[in-house]
């Protein structure tokens, strides 16, 4: 299996964005939003001592949600470190990376790693519209030439310290001078961040790492952020792996005032949506200040955890199907099994068009017990209490009229050969 194809049959990973500003609790992009400059960030900095910090309990959290692999934030826009850099003592003071590396290996999960290529401490990244001090500039001249050693130095240390990384998520170009819509002066993409020579470095370094979309130069994935694809994504017509990554809660750093949390059934439900469109789902936890991940959002991952015990085969392994899904379904697919996920509860009956001469035996995943089908002549009239024939080639599965009580029904689908 190659590093596409693995990370392909994970589908399902844990982002995790945590730094000096989950003390703020005002989320990760507190300082552009404030304008906050060094001196004033600098108490969170001083205050983030993350004592109940566990990777291990994190990893278990997220194996028991059905994660495969995890993603950390190793140095945010705010240029806080988490691991004992030697280009910088922005740092924290023990390192936080390693532990969390070792926590996802010790589960069999991958280990992935995100850099952020924007740093707005680092004195020689050059003010623009994004950075805290776009308002009030220093006048001392900037050189990105300067800061462009520094990040391929940090990117160097992540990749020869830490053992092999699954992936890396470096983030983000905004060339064009627009970002999420909006004019931003001063945009950096592939020149200034040397992005073919990090690229080369990274191959060099870890041939088989993925590395992600965001250097303004090609990658081996794309990350669609905080939307649902509305199908399997292309790059000039042709199918790319892609990776979306969602908050549970609009917010990617911790974010105390935060309430506004997906369901259990949402999140679900987009993980689903993710495979059956042959993406990978990457869903972030933002832990506080003291290292916990905060209880809303480990009980959505345990709501997760429920549902994927019973159903993970349709996720892990799997993805799209040729076969098309009824209204209000998704399938998902893995050789000779069909899955069919059932959003919507439909009385009695749902029709699958296509697979009539397909259909071997069908079954609620949930608890191995049969569904019964039929197969309709199509010249059947409707009356009284019969329902019209279907299309041919349409297999009628036959539903109770209450529904499993799981979060989605998965009904799985055993196939005859072709």
Known sequence: MNSVERFQERRFGMFVHWGAYAVAARNEWMRNREKTSDADYQRYVDHF???????????ALG??????YGVLTAKHHDGYCLWPTDQT???SRR????????????????????????????????????????????????????????????????LTRYGTIDQLFLDFSYVGHVHEGQEVWGGKGAADWGSAELLAMIRTLQPGLLVNDRMDVPGDFVTPEQYQPSAPMTV???????????????????????????????L??????????????????GPNARGEIDPSSADRLRGIGRWMRLHQRSIHGCGPSSF?????????????????????????????????????YAQFLHDGSEI???????????????????????????????????????????????
């Open 89 to 91: 003592g922005y740092r």
């Open 49 to 59: 001592d993350p004592d109940l910090y566990d990777p291990a309990a994190w990893a």
């Open 268 to 285: 679900v439900r987009m993980l689903i949506d993710t495979v059956a469109k042959d993406g990978n789902l990457l869903l972030n936890v």
């Open 63 to 68: 194996s028991e949600a059905g994660m495969r």
């Open 95 to 158: 390192d936080l990376v390693g532990p969390f590396l070792k926590a996802l290996r010790e589960r069999g999960m991958g280990a992935g790693l995100y850099y952020s290529l924007i740093d707005w401490h680092h004195p020689q990244f050059p003010i623009d519209g994004l950075h805290p001090l776009r308002d009030d500039p220093p006048a001392d001249p900037r050189d990105i030439a300067v800061y462009r050693s520094y990040l391929h130095a940090q990117v160097r240390e992540l």
């Open 372 to 418: 019964a089908h039929e197969i309709a002549d199509p010249d059947r009239p409707a009356y009284a209490t019969s329902s019209a024939g279907q299309e041919r080639g349409t297999v009628t599965l036959l539903l109770p009229t209450q529904p499993p009580d799981v979060e989605v029904p998965v009904i799985e689908i055993f196939l005859a050969p072709s």
């Open 236 to 266: 000039d017509g042709k199918p790319v792996t892609w990776e979306a990554c969602q908050t549970m809660n609009g917010s990617w750093g911790y974010d105390r005032e935060n309430r506004d949390f997906k369901s259990v059934g949402l």
């Open 324 to 360: 098309t899904a009824p209204p209000d379904c998704r399938f998902t697919q893995r050789g000779d099994r069909l899955y069919l996920h059932l959003f919507a509860w439909p009385f009695d009956a749902v029709h699958l068009p296509g697979l009539a001469d397909r259909l071997r």
